[in-house]
């Protein structure tokens, strides 16, 4: 399956090959390339460099969170080291879904969990990220980008839309899932209508 990552709308659509590091077997992912076309996009984007990004589309498989966790920190370490010498020139999305885990984000606190820290139902795992308590596991989609805002605007609320921006789209495009926002509220929703 080709996931067509569009930032913006745009009219051509690169494939090529990737190997996924969580794959055991060795098999080719596709990934897609949308160029960034500032002529015909929502004015999120505030340069008008062209950004490749690889998109590692596993949206099928149930990835251990400390995998994910720790693929997702060697790409971050792989991208300092590319930065130091000026060939920093994609972004990655990682597109997969967790075994039952909660995790925490860097101000979260106990008072949102419905259990003693202690004796947890599940895995809990304090992480890098902002916000409280999330519980992922099989069926829920999870999407990691990893970006370097040194080519975007660097505000925090802009990059927060940006992202719900590009999740929308990829839902449409790839799922075709309607998403919308909640006024607000940080995040993307998806309503069945039965």
């Not at 390339?33 to 929502?42: K, R």
């Not at 929308?168 to 998403?179: G, H, N």
């Amino acid at each position: 399956m080709i996931v067509a990552l569009n930032y913006y709308s745009c009219s051509s659509i690169s494939p090529w090959t990737i190997r996924s590091h969580l794959d055991r077997r060795n098999t080719s992912q596709k990934a897609a390339v949308s160029q960034i076309n500032g002529a015909e996009s929502i004015s999120l984007v505030q340069h008008s460099s062209k950004r490749r990004c690889e998109c590692y589309d596993m949206y099928k498989k149930v990835v251990p969170f400390l995998e994910a966790w720790a693929w997702q920190q060697s790409i971050v370490e792989k991208r300092k080291t590319l930065i130091d010498i000026n060939e920093d020139d994609s972004d990655t999305l990682i597109i997969l879904q967790h075994e039952p885990v909660y995790t925490l984000g860097t101000a979260s606190t106990e008072k949102h969990l419905n259990f003693d820290i202690k004796d947890s139902p599940l895995p809990l795992y304090q992480t890098e990220r902002g916000g409280e308590v999330t519980y992922h596991g099989p069926g829920q989609l999870v999407m990691y980008p990893i970006m370097n805002l040194r080519y975007q605007k660097m505000d925090l609320h802009w990059y927060l839309r940006a992202l719900e921006e590009v999740v929308i789209r990829v839902l449409f495009s790839t799922f075709s899932l309607k998403a919308s926002r909640v006024e607000g509220l940080t995040g993307v929703w998806v309503v069945e209508h039965i």
